[in-house]
């Protein structure tokens, strides 16, 4: 039995419970609820989830991405480089992206955080954040804004990163097919940890990656809160 099938039978077994001891709940005799202290943790969210990318297997993957269709590689740059979550890149334009006339040699990706829209506008701070990214990315985004601009003309949209599904429709490119392609490229070259176990990849890895790196080399925690944009240290 899976894990979530087992936490959707206690869930109903608690509310069931609740709903029993609610009919008598002017009686002395109420019901213990045996499955309300029973939590199950989803152990391979946490193992694997949660976890940032070993050096050994970072250097690998990074080295054989250009493998990868142009936007599926792109996505996994713009998170290697900057720590954003997948769902906020998923909110840029085209003219979003472009150079730093401030500062030379850097260009500018802009975005806006989805996860946390809901509370940023009610603090009322929720607006268009930017971070930079290295040239040779924007110069590759620049490529691919060619090559799929007849599908924006095509939908009359802007936004940066489009897809077409089979049926002719216009839709995100979801989350879950970079990852399998980006764990495909990983079964390929048989990329492990110095143990040798072969590794799993999920996009929030890329958000924990950049958070370490940026930790190993002294950044402070104010520092690596404005990087992730997080709205607190907590």
Known sequence: ????????????????????????????????????????????????????????????????????????????????????????????????????????????????QSKTKSKRIKAGCYEKRSVHIPVELYDEIQE?????????EKFDTDFLFVNVNNRNRLCNRNSGIVGDKINALIDKYNITTKDGSLWHYRNKQLRKTVAVDLISNDASLQAVQNALGHMSLT
């Open 144 to 152: 691919y804004i060619k090559q799929t601009d007849w599908i924006r």
């Open 1 to 112: 039995i899976k894990g979530n099938t087992i936490r959707s039978y206690l869930s109903s077994l608690r509310v069931l419970f609740r709903q029993l001891n609610t009919l008598h709940e002017y009686e002395s005799n109420q019901l213990d609820n045996p499955a309300e202290s029973v939590r199950i943790r989803n152990v391979h969210y946490n193992t694997e989830h949660e976890l940032y990318i070993p050096k050994e297997v970072s250097v690998l993957l990074d080295s054989k991405i250009d493998e990868l269709d142009i936007m599926s590689r792109i996505m996994y740059k713009v998170l290697r480089e900057t720590g954003l979550r997948f769902s906020d890149q998923l909110s840029s334009k085209v003219s979003d992206v472009y150079m730093d006339r401030e500062h030379p040699g850097h260009a500018i990706f802009g975005y806006y």
